[in-house]
């Protein structure tokens, strides 16, 4: 699987399937006491790998506009669990989700572009998703943009910045952040990693 949307899928503490690979991830890292009962009996399904109860469960909620539901609904079209594997269904279920402004659903359509699945590749594109999700805090969004930046696709390369996303995510626990921040410091001056831990510590999550 492409690199985009292999972070995407990677395991996240809501929706890991309990498999120990990198299956359909989660589709939003929601508490479980903000779910409603149905959307947590199919978080419950999808982790025990019961994929036709967690799509029976969880269709009736992304039809009736559930972002969750809907990400989750994308995660299972992209692996093919329950259902046939379906890119452009997924980014369906995905965009649905990021219209309402879903984190979750807006790094998905991101990687979507990102990788060029189903739709033409666009990195402009991608790097505007991303940017949606990484403001509210999404830690993968915050490692892919870094990335985006720190080769230059579909924005200006600006080792600066990505330093600065690779730290946010890795703030977050991101193992991978921290694995490329760190590589990407060996090729910056001291003035550029200090401006770039200031912006780190200054930045502020979008309300």
Avoid: C
């Avoid at 120990?20 to 419950?44: C, E, I, N, W």
């Avoid at 984190?103 to 949606?132: K, P």
């Avoid at 921040?181 to 510590?201: N, S």
Wanted: charged residues 20%.
């Amino acid at each position: 699987m492409v690199l985009a949307l292999a972070l995407a899928l990677s395991p996240a503490p809501l929706f890991a399937d309990g498999s120990g690979g990198r299956d359909a991830g989660a589709a939003a890292q929601v508490r479980p006491d903000k779910m409603t009962t149905s959307l947590m009996q199919a978080v419950q399904a999808f982790k025990r790998r019961d994929f036709d109860t967690a799509l029976r469960l969880a269709t009736p909620l992304a039809l009736n506009g559930d972002p969750t539901a809907e990400t989750l609904l994308g995660d299972m079209f992209v692996n093919g669990q329950g259902v046939p594997q379906d890119f452009a269904e997924a980014l369906r279920w995905y965009r649905k989700a990021a219209d309402q402004g879903h984190a979750e659903g807006e790094f998905r359509v991101g990687a979507i572009y990102s990788d060029g699945l189903t739709v033409q590749q666009d990195q402009v594109e991608a790097v505007r998703w991303f940017r949606m999700a990484a403001v509210q805090g999404h830690p993968q969004a915050q490692l892919a943009l870094g990335v985006k930046y720190e080769l230059g696709q579909g924005v200006q390369q600006d080792y600066v910045a990505a330093h600065m996303w690779f730290a946010l995510a890795a703030a977050q626990g991101n193992q991978l952040a921290v694995w490329t921040r760190d590589d990407i410091a060996a090729q910056m001056t001291p003035a550029q990693i200090a401006q770039a831990q200031k912006m780190a510590h200054d930045w502020k999550p979008a309300k």
